[in-house]
T-cell receptor
Framework: DSGVTQTPKHLITATGQRVTLRCSPR?????VYWYQQSLDQGLQFLIQ???????AKGNILERFSAQQFPDLHSELNLSSLELGDSALYFC????????????????FGPGTRLTVL | KNQVEQSPQSLIILEGKNCTLQ??????????LRWYKQDTGRGPVSLTI?????NTKSNGRYTATLDADTKQSSLHITASQLSDSASYIC??????????FGAGTRLTVKP
């Protein structure tokens, strides 16, 4: 158990809908990362927040957005869902998050499996 | 073209044998390289982290090596166990915290 929690575990929805995925980082970790893992694309970095502020952006679509709240939990919002958005969404956390943090080991949550029908 | 290439794509070995997984990257400038183990349907678990100045790092039966000059890393697993069956992912981070993931090597250990 990494100490990172994600809810829900599974989510089934229809195309065009909007969903929110939630992540609670390990106690004391300030940085949260979101990843998407689909069968054909492997693991992809979406976005990082550090202490409430966006720190780095990866391959995140405009239909997706995220935020980190004062209590450090984070939510990933996915809207206008398409079939291709079906994937495992992982959240990870680390203590540090700055661009010069060379040893920012990340601890991954169990993931949310999203199925878009 | 992916900036992190892993080989082989998949590997089957017998329990007790050793194996080596490869990771070649073009990410530059380079901050750190990590190896993760991911069981099917679960989150990745960190095995090793190396900065550009380190050339080897061990974690139990897992030993990672790094050659920053040739931009190559390998993960060596000794005395494999059935529980080593998983995907192994190489992740290279640049100085701007930009992370690049390899597609992974799927390892199957058979009794």
């Amino acid at each position: 158990d990494s100490g990172v929690t994600q809810t829900p575990k599974h989510l089934i929805t229809a195309t065009g809908q909007r969903v929110t995925l939630r992540c609670s980082p390990r106690s004391g970790d300030l940085s949260v990362y979101w990843y998407q893992q689909s069968l054909d694309q492997g693991l992809q970095f979406l976005i990082q927040y550090y202490n409430g502020e966006e720190r780095a952006k990866g391959n995140i679509l405009e239909r997706f957005s995220a935020q980190q709240f004062p209590d450090l939990h984070s939510e990933l919002n996915l809207s206008s869902l398409e079939l291709g958005d079906s994937a495992l969404y992982f959240c990870a956390s680390s203590f540090r998050g700055g661009p010069r943090s060379l040893y920012n080991e990340q601890f991954f949550g169990p993931g949310t499996r999203l199925t878009v029908l | 073209k992916n900036q992190v290439e892993q080989s082989p794509q998949s590997l089957i070995i017998l329990e007790g044998k050793n194996c080596t997984l490869q990771c070649n990257y073009t990410v530059s400038p380079f901050s750190n390289l990590r190896w993760y183990k991911q069981d099917t349907g679960r989150g990745p678990v960190s095995l090793t982290i190396m900065t550009f100045s380190e050339n080897t790092k061990s974690n139990g039966r897992y030993t990672a090596t790094l050659d920053a000059d040739t931009k190559q890393s390998s993960l060596h697993i000794t005395a494999s166990q059935l529980s080593d069956s998983a995907s192994y992912i190489c992740v290279v981070t640049g100085w701007n915290n930009d992370m690049r993931f390899g597609a992974g090597t799927r390892l199957t250990v058979k009794p």
